[in-house]
T-cell receptor
């Protein structure tokens, strides 16, 4: 069964901490995405990557960075966590072309 | 630019009743269209998709959707709601010609099923 695995389901971090959210896919997909989901705002794209070491900003990249050193792994980094980054974070992957995404289970991050 | 509008953030139906979740899109190129479902505290799961060919698309769990180009719509239906259908549903459209696979999502519709 194909999978996108996010390293943590629930995470609590303190304001100012550097936070790493990890995502791994086993489908050899070229494209990987990070979204955040907030009530009433739907899914908002933070960053995406269409190849190793390639990245593009999404709609809300401020306060975030990403890393993709290997094809299967796409990391989201919160350089200095703030309370307004408390959210559900969803990772997804897809092959080239429009086949649709496979999503991970999500990480619910709380910044206190 | 491509966009998606889901009409109604909350829809409530009785068990056994017809489910209709509305989605309209805007796209400057022939669209690829998707419906996803999200159960509480989980990621999104693909219900069905339209790429090319037959405009009536059948998905999992008895759901189907019809692509209507003239109406720029891709509404999701199910003839008879089940309690287990209670979830949030997202419509999505392909971003355009970039071939990155990027999707544009609607705001989501929460489906409540009453016994």
């Amino acid at each position: 069964d194909v999978k996108v695995t996010q390293s943590s389901r629930y995470l609590v971090k303190r304001t100012g901490e550097k936070v790493f959210l990890e995502c791994v896919q086993d489908m050899d997909h070229e494209n990987m995405f990070w979204y955040r989901q907030d009530p009433g705002l739907g899914l908002r794209l933070i960053y995406f990557s269409y190849d190793v070491k390639m990245k593009e900003k999404g709609d809300i990249p401020e306060g975030y960075s990403v890393s993709r050193e290997k094809k299967e792994r796409f990391s989201l980094i919160l350089e200095s966590a703030s309370t307004n980054q408390t959210s559900m974070y969803l990772c997804a992957s897809s092959p080239t072309g429009y086949y649709g995404y496979t999503f991970g289970s999500g990480t619910r991050l709380t910044v206190v | 630019a491509q966009s998606v509008t889901q009409l109604g953030s909350h829809v409530s139906v009785s068990e056994g009743a017809l489910v209709l979740l509305r989605c309209n899109y805007s796209s400057s190129v022939p669209p690829y269209l998707f419906w996803y479902v999200q159960y509480p505290n989980q990621g999104l799961q693909l219900l069905l998709k339209y790429t090319t060919g037959a405009t009536l698309v059948k998905g999992i769990n008895g759901f189907e959707a019809e692509f209507k180009k003239s109406e720029t719509s891709f509404h999701l239906t199910k003839p008879s709601a089940h309690m287990s259908d209670a979830a949030e549903y997202f419509c999505a459209v392909s971003e355009g010609s970039s071939n990155t696979g990027k999707l544009i999502f609607g705001q989501g519709t929460t489906l409540q099923v009453k016994p």
